[in-house]
């Protein structure tokens, strides 16, 4: 095996030719996409999925393709507006006791009735409990404990 500098390891190879988008919009396009930037390339395969969806055969979906890459489009990149009133309206959900609204965090416990409680309250007999556990528990016998009845024998 041959040996390699620390140079080698560590350079990073640029292509020695670096060609534009197909669709002449001025950015660099990538091998890997078909000569496409980013931006057409996700333009062309989202317009290529939807013709797809829509029921139509592959031959009219491949020439849908090649009319969307001879056609110019706008490559620049998606402008994204946030305000900071939009990331403000989304709240978290805060876990908490439902007995004492203490935050529990990841240590909550889930009851059968479908509330969230503390260690404190997580018990049945600690919160007021919906869930019937007498009746799930007689439901639940009588299921994996059939009625046996043995054959009537004749007497002679």
């Given at each position: 095996?041959?040996?390699?500098?620390?140079?080698?390891e560590t350079e990073f190879k640029v292509p020695e030719t670096m060609t534009l988008c197909v669709n002449n919009c001025g950015?660099?396009?990538n091998p890997a996409t078909d000569n496409m930037c980013q931006n057409c390339f996700t333009a062309t395969t989202t317009t290529?999925?939807?013709?797809?969806?829509?029921?139509?055969?592959?031959?009219?979906?491949?020439?849908?393709?090649?009319?969307?890459?001879?056609?110019?489009?706008?490559?620049?990149?998606?402008?994204?507006?946030?305000?900071?009133?939009?990331?403000?309206?989304?709240?978290?959900?805060?876990?908490?006791?439902?007995?004492?609204?203490?935050?529990?965090?990841?240590?909550?416990?889930?009851?059968?009735?479908?509330?969230?409680?503390?260690?404190?309250?997580?018990?049945?007999?600690?919160?007021?409990?919906?869930?019937?556990?007498?009746?799930?528990?007689?439901?639940?016998?009588?299921?994996?404990?059939?009625?046996?009845?043995?054959?009537?024998?004749?007497?002679?």
């Amino acid at each position: 095996m041959a040996q390699r500098t620390e140079k080698e390891e560590t350079e990073f190879k640029v292509p020695e030719t670096m060609t534009l988008c197909v669709n002449n919009c001025g950015l660099i396009g990538n091998p890997a996409t078909d000569n496409m930037c980013q931006n057409c390339f996700t333009a062309t395969t989202t317009t290529t999925a939807a013709v797809s969806v829509a029921g139509s055969s592959s031959q009219s979906s491949r020439s849908t393709l090649s009319r969307s890459l001879n056609k110019r489009s706008d490559c620049s990149p998606p402008k994204t507006t946030t305000s900071p009133r939009a990331a403000g309206t989304e709240k978290k959900v805060v876990n908490r006791c439902s007995g004492c609204k203490k935050r529990v965090g990841l240590t909550g416990f889930r009851c059968r009735c479908g509330e969230l409680f503390c260690a404190d309250h997580r018990y049945s007999d600690r919160h007021d409990c919906s869930y019937d556990y007498k009746t799930v528990g007689r439901e639940a016998i009588a299921r994996e404990n059939p009625v046996v009845k043995a054959a009537k024998i004749i007497k002679v």
